[in-house]
Every structure is written in structure tokens, then in C-alpha cells.
């Protein structure tokens, strides 16, 4: 007998037994549903089936019950997407007299979100399918519901199978064809369809990382030398030290945000500042934007990534008003949460990787974002050159700031910078989702002969730092490790913590916050061929050591990015 089963809070698929081949009356079935969904004309404007899932190239295994419960974010389109985008290119660029000048959610609603008419027709159209609306906002841009697959299939008028993974042993839910509806109002998205790509977390420990190197684990080499915690491993305060250096700023008054696919038991943040024998003094908490749990059960869930994640924030802005936890099943949803929720959260850490079926099913809100002056710091992986069996996303977003890995020796136990190089781990290169190339990374010597860049598509990362395995990491109540974990997931959450920094000063001269970057820090670390004396004041050149196929150089590279910050850069930032 063949058996499916359904984890809910992640959408993870797995199955035991026999699975029968798909019968000759479900192919019928297949083919007249196909017929008949050529009537309905109502555009989804972004991609929905994966290659693997084309029913021309995969043949599906089962069909989808048709009582399973389905959990959707059904995303409506921009209203003016073309001049969103000049508006994001003039908020962002230094020399517009609208630099900085930001947008509130309730602004970025009435200017580029959808009208509260196709709001309205469309949770009218989704009830009347036999769908419950669970959550979304107009200011959102998103309607949550749940409903059986049967609704589903009905209001987006196709059908659910479950398909062979190309590259995991597992089956995945998808659909046979794009969705469509018979609504005058277009959508742009509906994230939940299939689970093709489950989100991962990216950190890596040292044994497996030993392994994939072909060494024993026993033999691996533990770099850390001059951490302050147990082991010489290094705290979220070191990192402070090494790339802030002074105490006047504490993130006092900022509100920061952390992505996360699964929840926490803060219990574990508890147990790292008790050993670590430092008091978290900003208050944390736990927000769940589709109803996923915001607990984490560690018989069934590791919250290695999220509490390391917290761990990196705080320790580089100990000072925060606050830290919100953004917990979700679907990214639209999460980031649905994050551009409308109060207080707004002005800098935002991501550390987990997925492959999206279509690249752009997140730039409006990426965009709403830097329209809004909030950063997005995205870790860009740790397995070396991106390609298309190694995800970059959603670091190779060109809204978002990508981060790299380095290995970093400070002076002493918690003292000052003292050297940094490349790590060989880092995720870098060229967009595998072939995102085309920004402005930004066109300014002149910035892709050159020697760091191998692509004048085609975005490079990556943009920025980094540490990530080597020399961190303290206490997770799923079962005690601490000292220089077995590292990623680029430690590095975003610091930068999104060494923002907030920034985001501080600029408030204390009265000004807006620092948001996205990137048009920003690129003018100024190159210009006319040439870096400049700014890049080097405020920035961490690292020019040694390569990860896969890209060396570290002087001035921008596809390992290391810009390289990792210096306290000036906060000055450079708000001016």
C-alpha cells in the first residue's frame, strides 16, 4: 500500500512503500482538465511549474488527494511596477534629490500596491472557490488561505500531482500547468502551489564539512585562536570588536528582523549568554505570519540556525528597541509580514537558501523595501561557486545585499581586527538565475579581468564576513559547541546588526536610514576605473585565499564582495 505523508508547519513530503503508477484514467483526466483550462484567460503574471514538473518531461507519480489541505499566499501584482522601479533607482542613488527620502507601508500602498477593489474581488473570488481566508493585507499585497486541493484545483484551474524529485529521494506536490483564474483582476503570484525546493538553513559543520573534503573529521583544523568564549571560539560580541571597535553605538532605538523557516526555543538563546556569562537585555519575539509554530521541538526540529542567527544580531547591536523573529512556511508570506509589520523592522538578516520556480516572485517586495529604507542582508551560501545545482538564491536578488564568508584572526580574546581572508567555503559568482546585471556593478573597474565577473548578470556577494568554523553555538537544549559551526548564515545577521548601528547615527543627525546600499557603497568604493580612499577607510580589503572557482583580490571580488566592514563605514554610510 502506498502511504503520503503530510508535515504541515514545513510541507515536507515523504513516502513509504510502492508507488503505483499513475493510472490510464487519471492521464485521461489530465488531458481533458487541460482542454477545458484553455477557456479561463485571467493572467498569473510569474512562473509556477518547475521543469522537473512539466508534465511533457515528468510524468506525474500520484495525484494529489483531493481533501488535502493546502496552505496558499495568493500575492496580487504591483500597480505601477515601472515607476516603482524609478523610484527605487532614485531613493537609492546619492545623487538624486530624492535620495532617502522613503516611503511608510501606508504610502507604498496608495502609490504601487494593489486598488482595495481587485483586493476585494479577489478574496471575493478565492471564498467563493471554497478557499478560507486566513491572514494577508491590502498593504501586503497577499490573501492567506487554506483549503482543500479540490478548491484549489477549481480556482486556479489545474491539477496536483506528486512528481519524482530530479535530485532528492523524495516526491514533491506540484501543478500540471500555470495557474489562471476566470477573474478580470490579475495576479502576480501563488506561493504554495508545490514543494519542490524546501528552504535550508546555511550553516555547515566542520565534520561534514571535513567529509565533503574527502578528510577525517578528527583531523580537521580548528581555526579559532582568538575568540573570547570557550575554546577560543568566537561570541556575537567579538565580532562587534572586531568590526566596530567602539561602544557608542549600540543600535539603541532601531528595530531589526530576522527570515526564519522554523521556530526557536529561546531557552537555548538563554543558555548561550548565561555560558557566555553576557545578559541579552532586548526583548525578542516570536512572530508567526502564516500560522507556522514559532516553537521549535528538538525530537523534531533543530534551531541551530535560528538561534545562531540571534546570537550574531545581538551581539553586534546589544542595544536594539527590538528583535522580531519572522516565522513562515512561504517566503511571500514572510516578507509579506516584514514590509507592513510595526514597529518596521529597518534591517533584516536572512540565512536560509531555496530554489524559487520563477527569480521575480520576490522583487516587489524587495523593492517595497528599498522604497521603504529597509536592508536586506541575504547569507550567499556555503558551497563555493554558485551554479545551478549550487542555489544562490535569494543572495543573487539585485535587491538585496548579498554576503560572503571570510576567516578572521582578531588581535586578542575579544580585541581588534587583526587579519582576514577569504574563506573557502564562501558562496559567490554569477547569478545562476541569470538576474541581469545592475547599474551598480556596471560603474567602471568594478568586474574586470582579474576578478572574472560577468558583465551580463549580477555578481555576488557584495559584502562579507567571518564565517569559518570558530563560533560559540548553543541549539536544541542539548548543551553548546565551540568551533563546529560556520556558514555565511553567521555573516548576515551581523551585517544586519552592524546596519543598525548605522541606522542609529543617521536617526541621532536626523536622518533617514541607510536601507539599501549597494547603489551607494559601490559609487563610492570605485570611481573612473580607480578605488578610492573612502573604500579603504571603510572596508576590510580581502585580497587572499579563493573559494571554488574565484579568487579574493584587491578591491571587488565574487568571493568576499567589497569585503567585510570597518567602523568607519557607519560615517560613510549616513552622510
Given at each position: 500500500?502506498?502511504?503520503?505523508?503530510?508535515?504541515?508547519?514545513?510541507?515536507?513530503?515523504?513516502?513509504?512503500?510502492?508507488?503505483?503508477?499513475?493510472?490510464?484514467?487519471?492521464?485521461?483526466?489530465?488531458?481533458?482538465?487541460?482542454?477545458?483550462?484553455?477557456?479561463?484567460?485571467?493572467?498569473?503574471?510569474?512562473?509556477?511549474?518547475?521543469?522537473?514538473?512539466?508534465?511533457?518531461?515528468?510524468?506525474?507519480?500520484?495525484?494529489?488527494?483531493?481533501?488535502?489541505?493546502?496552505?496558499?499566499?495568493?500575492?496580487?501584482?504591483?500597480?505601477?511596477?515601472?515607476?516603482?522601479?524609478?523610484?527605487?533607482?532614485?531613493?537609492?542613488?546619492?545623487?538624486?534629490?530624492?535620495?532617502?527620502?522613503?516611503?511608510?507601508?501606508?504610502?507604498?500602498?496608495?502609490?504601487?500596491?494593489?486598488?482595495?477593489?481587485?483586493?476585494?474581488?479577489?478574496?471575493?473570488?478565492?471564498?467563493?472557490?471554497?478557499?478560507?481566508?486566513?491572514?494577508?493585507?491590502?498593504?501586503?499585497?497577499?490573501?492567506?488561505?487554506?483549503?482543500?486541493?479540490?478548491?484549489?484545483?477549481?480556482?486556479?484551474?489545474?491539477?496536483?500531482?506528486?512528481?519524482?524529485?530530479?535530485?532528492?529521494?523524495?516526491?514533491?506536490?506540484?501543478?500540471?500547468?500555470?495557474?489562471?483564474?476566470?477573474?478580470?483582476?490579475?495576479?502576480?503570484?501563488?506561493?504554495?502551489?508545490?514543494?519542490?525546493?524546501?528552504?535550508?538553513?546555511?550553516?555547515?559543520?566542520?565534520?561534514?564539512?571535513?567529509?565533503?573534503?574527502?578528510?577525517?573529521?578528527?583531523?580537521?583544523?580548528?581555526?579559532?585562536?582568538?575568540?573570547?568564549?570557550?575554546?577560543?571560539?568566537?561570541?556575537?560580541?567579538?565580532?562587534?570588536?572586531?568590526?566596530?571597535?567602539?561602544?557608542?553605538?549600540?543600535?539603541?532605538?532601531?528595530?531589526?528582523?530576522?527570515?526564519?523557516?522554523?521556530?526557536?526555543?529561546?531557552?537555548?538563546?538563554?543558555?548561550?549568554?548565561?555560558?557566555?556569562?553576557?545578559?541579552?537585555?532586548?526583548?525578542?519575539?516570536?512572530?508567526?505570519?502564516?500560522?507556522?509554530?514559532?516553537?521549535?521541538?528538538?525530537?523534531?526540529?533543530?534551531?541551530?540556525?535560528?538561534?545562531?542567527?540571534?546570537?550574531?544580531?545581538?551581539?553586534?547591536?546589544?542595544?536594539?528597541?527590538?528583535?522580531?523573529?519572522?516565522?513562515?512556511?512561504?517566503?511571500?508570506?514572510?516578507?509579506?509580514?516584514?514590509?507592513?509589520?510595526?514597529?518596521?523592522?529597518?534591517?533584516?538578516?536572512?540565512?536560509?537558501?531555496?530554489?524559487?520556480?520563477?527569480?521575480?516572485?520576490?522583487?516587489?517586495?524587495?523593492?517595497?523595501?528599498?522604497?521603504?529604507?529597509?536592508?536586506?542582508?541575504?547569507?550567499?551560501?556555503?558551497?563555493?561557486?554558485?551554479?545551478?545545482?549550487?542555489?544562490?538564491?535569494?543572495?543573487?536578488?539585485?535587491?538585496?545585499?548579498?554576503?560572503?564568508?571570510?576567516?578572521?584572526?582578531?588581535?586578542?580574546?575579544?580585541?581588534?581586527?587583526?587579519?582576514?581572508?577569504?574563506?573557502?567555503?564562501?558562496?559567490?559568482?554569477?547569478?545562476?538565475?541569470?538576474?541581469?546585471?545592475?547599474?551598480?556593478?556596471?560603474?567602471?573597474?568594478?568586474?574586470?579581468?582579474?576578478?572574472?565577473?560577468?558583465?551580463?548578470?549580477?555578481?555576488?556577494?557584495?559584502?562579507?564576513?567571518?564565517?569559518?568554523?570558530?563560533?560559540?553555538?548553543?541549539?536544541?537544549?542539548?548543551?553548546?559547541?565551540?568551533?563546529?559551526?560556520?556558514?555565511?548564515?553567521?555573516?548576515?545577521p551581523m551585517w544586519a546588526g552592524f546596519a543598525a548601528l548605522a541606522n542609529q547615527h543617521a536617526a541621532a543627525l536626523g536622518q533617514a536610514p541607510v536601507g539599501y546600499f549597494n547603489p551607494a557603497i559601490y559609487a563610492q568604493n570605485e570611481i573612473n576605473g580607480a578605488l578610492t580612499p573612502a573604500y579603504t577607510a571603510n572596508f576590510h580589503d580581502i585580497a587572499s585565499g579563493t573559494s571554488g572557482s574565484y579568487p579574493?583580490?584587491?578591491?571587488?571580488?565574487?568571493?568576499?564582495?567589497?569585503?567585510?566592514?570597518?567602523?568607519?563605514?557607519?560615517?560613510?554610510?549616513?552622510?
Amino acid at each position: 500500500m502506498n502511504r503520503i505523508k503530510h508535515d504541515q508547519s514545513r510541507g515536507f513530503e515523504s513516502t513509504t512503500g510502492r508507488i503505483p503508477r499513475t493510472c490510464s484514467l487519471a492521464l485521461a483526466l489530465l488531458l481533458t482538465f487541460g482542454t477545458a483550462a484553455t477557456s479561463h484567460a485571467a493572467q498569473v503574471l510569474t512562473r509556477h511549474v518547475r521543469a522537473g514538473a512539466d508534465v511533457g518531461v515528468a510524468a506525474p507519480v500520484i495525484d494529489v488527494l483531493a481533501d488535502r489541505q493546502m496552505v496558499l499566499d495568493v500575492v496580487l501584482p504591483l500597480r505601477d511596477q515601472k515607476g516603482l522601479d524609478a523610484f527605487v533607482a532614485d531613493v537609492t542613488n546619492p545623487l538624486s534629490p530624492d535620495f532617502r527620502h522613503y516611503l511608510t507601508p501606508a504610502e507604498f500602498s496608495a502609490r504601487f500596491g494593489p486598488t482595495r477593489t481587485d483586493y476585494d474581488t479577489t478574496v471575493q473570488y478565492l471564498v467563493a472557490h471554497g478557499l478560507t481566508v486566513t491572514g494577508g493585507s491590502l498593504d501586503g499585497m497577499d490573501v492567506q488561505v487554506t483549503g482543500p486541493a479540490s478548491a484549489v484545483e477549481a480556482a486556479f484551474n489545474l491539477r496536483l500531482h506528486y512528481y519524482r524529485h530530479p535530485t532528492e529521494h523524495r516526491l514533491f506536490v506540484g501543478p500540471d500547468r500555470e495557474p489562471t483564474t476566470s477573474m478580470a483582476v490579475p495576479l502576480w503570484h501563488v506561493s504554495g502551489l508545490d514543494n519542490y525546493s524546501i528552504p535550508h538553513p546555511l550553516f555547515v559543520k566542520k565534520g561534514n564539512d571535513a567529509k565533503a573534503q574527502g578528510v577525517r573529521p578528527d583531523t580537521a583544523v580548528a581555526r579559532a585562536t582568538t575568540g573570547s568564549g570557550p575554546s577560543a571560539s568566537f561570541l556575537g560580541s567579538d565580532m562587534r570588536a572586531a568590526y566596530y571597535g567602539g561602544t557608542s553605538l549600540t543600535g539603541a532605538g532601531q528595530h531589526l528582523g530576522l527570515l526564519e523557516y522554523a521556530g526557536t526555543e529561546l531557552a537555548d538563546l538563554g543558555t548561550y549568554f548565561t555560558n557566555s556569562g553576557q545578559t541579552n537585555r532586548v526583548p525578542v519575539t516570536l512572530l508567526s505570519t502564516d500560522g507556522t509554530s514559532t516553537s521549535c521541538d528538538p525530537s523534531t526540529c533543530d534551531d541551530s540556525e535560528q538561534t545562531l542567527d540571534l546570537t550574531q544580531a545581538l551581539g553586534m547591536a546589544p542595544g536594539l528597541a527590538s528583535l522580531t523573529m519572522y516565522v513562515g512556511s512561504t517566503d511571500t508570506a514572510i516578507l509579506s509580514a516584514m514590509t507592513t509589520h510595526q514597529p518596521l523592522p529597518m534591517t533584516i538578516g536572512c540565512s536560509w537558501g531555496w530554489t524559487p520556480a520563477d527569480p521575480s516572485t520576490l522583487d516587489p517586495y524587495f523593492k517595497k523595501m528599498a522604497a521603504q529604507g529597509q536592508s536586506f542582508f541575504a547569507a550567499s551560501g556555503d558551497n563555493s561557486t554558485w551554479s545551478t545545482s549550487n542555489e544562490a538564491w535569494p543572495a543573487d536578488s539585485a535587491y538585496v545585499i548579498s554576503v560572503g564568508g571570510t576567516d578572521l584572526t582578531t588581535g586578542s580574546a575579544g580585541g581588534a581586527w587583526k587579519s582576514e581572508t577569504a574563506w573557502s567555503d564562501s558562496g559567490g559568482g554569477i547569478s545562476p538565475d541569470q538576474v541581469a546585471i545592475p547599474s551598480w556593478q556596471k560603474i567602471s573597474g568594478v568586474i574586470n579581468s582579474v576578478n572574472r565577473g560577468s558583465r551580463t548578470y549580477r555578481n555576488g556577494p557584495d559584502v562579507s564576513a567571518n564565517a569559518d568554523f570558530t563560533f560559540y553555538v548553543c541549539a536544541n537544549q542539548s548543551g553548546c559547541t565551540a568551533n563546529e559551526y560556520g556558514g555565511t548564515s553567521f555573516a548576515a545577521p551581523m551585517w544586519a546588526g552592524f546596519a543598525a548601528l548605522a541606522n542609529q547615527h543617521a536617526a541621532a543627525l536626523g536622518q533617514a536610514p541607510v536601507g539599501y546600499f549597494n547603489p551607494a557603497i559601490y559609487a563610492q568604493n570605485e570611481i573612473n576605473g580607480a578605488l578610492t580612499p573612502a573604500y579603504t577607510a571603510n572596508f576590510h580589503d580581502i585580497a587572499s585565499g579563493t573559494s571554488g572557482s574565484y579568487p579574493a583580490v584587491k578591491g571587488y571580488d565574487l568571493v568576499t564582495g567589497w569585503g567585510s566592514p570597518k567602523a568607519d563605514l557607519i560615517m560613510s554610510l549616513v552622510k
